[in-house]
T-cell receptor, first 116, second 109 residues
Framework: EAQVTQNPRYLITVTGKKLTVTCSQN?????MSWYRQDPGLGLRQIYY???????DKGDVPEGYKVSRKEKRNFPLILESPSPNQTSLYFC???????????????FGPGTRLTVL | GQQVMQIPQYQHVQEGEDFTTYCNSS?????IQWYKQRPGGHPVFLIQ?????EVKKQKRLTFQFGEAKKNSSLHITATQTTDVGTYFC?????????FGAGTTVTVRA
């Protein structure tokens, strides 16, 4: 089954304790992205990757890191989490068309993070 | 930077009525996508519009992309309880995809 998986689905942690949220897709997609969703703000892009070893900042990258060592995986790293990073996080992936355009994004189930 | 504004934020609809949600970008878009997120779920792709003035229909849903490629709309006719959820537009400019804040739809039976 074609899917994007995220782990963990729920996480409660404390300020300053490094954490990683994993994201994996089995569709051989080139493009992957991380979003955070907060009430009234919609989905805001944190980082995106156009292919292996190619990453770039989205609209809200502060406090986050990513890596893209393999095509299928795109982990999100919070080196020193703070309470303002409490949010619902989504990973997404998409293929590219022949013309280089990006197609529909497939979203993972989400990770609800609480930083105390 | 690119901003995508979406209105209204909330839409309370009587079952059987029509409604429209609007999306406006501060910059010209290469394409626009629409997603639906059911309560407790993740966003699911509905459609992508690419051409200026493009109109696409999916059963009771009609999507439109403005002539200047800076705005879009989603019109739902004869709303049903299955239409409950949050509808997001997402405008692409270069490699960045910017989402609107969404329109959350509730339906009165």
């Amino acid at each position: 089954e074609a899917q994007v998986t995220q782990n963990p689905r729920y996480l409660i942690t404390v300020t300053g304790k490094k954490l990683t949220v994993t994201c994996s897709q089995n569709m051989n997609h080139e493009y992957m992205s991380w979003y955070r969703q907060d009430p009234g703000l919609g989905l805001r892009q944190i980082y995106y990757s156009m292919n292996v070893e190619v990453t770039d900042k989205g609209d809200v990258p502060e406090g986050y890191k990513v890596s893209r060592k393999e095509k299928r995986n795109f982990p999100l790293i919070l080196e020193s989490p703070s309470p303002n990073q409490t949010s619902l996080y989504f990973c997404a992936s998409s293929s590219t068309s022949v013309a280089g355009a990006y197609n529909e994004q497939f979203f993972g189930p989400g990770t609800r993070l609480t930083v105390l | 930077g690119q901003q995508v504004m979406q209105i209204p934020q909330y839409q309370h609809v009587q079952e059987g009525e029509d409604f429209t949600t609007y999306c406006n970008s501060s910059t010209t878009l290469s394409n626009i996508q629409w997603y639906k997120q059911r309560p407790g779920g993740h966003p699911v792709f509905l459609i992508q519009l690419v051409k200026s003035g493009e109109v696409k229909k999916q059963k009771r849903l009609t999507f439109q992309f403005g002539e200047a490629k800076k705005n879009s709309s989603l019109h739902i006719t004869a709303t049903q309880t299955t239409d409950v959820g949050t509808y997001f537009c997402a405008g692409r400019s270069d490699y960045k995809l910017s989402f609107g804040a969404g329109t959350t739809v509730t339906v009165r039976a």
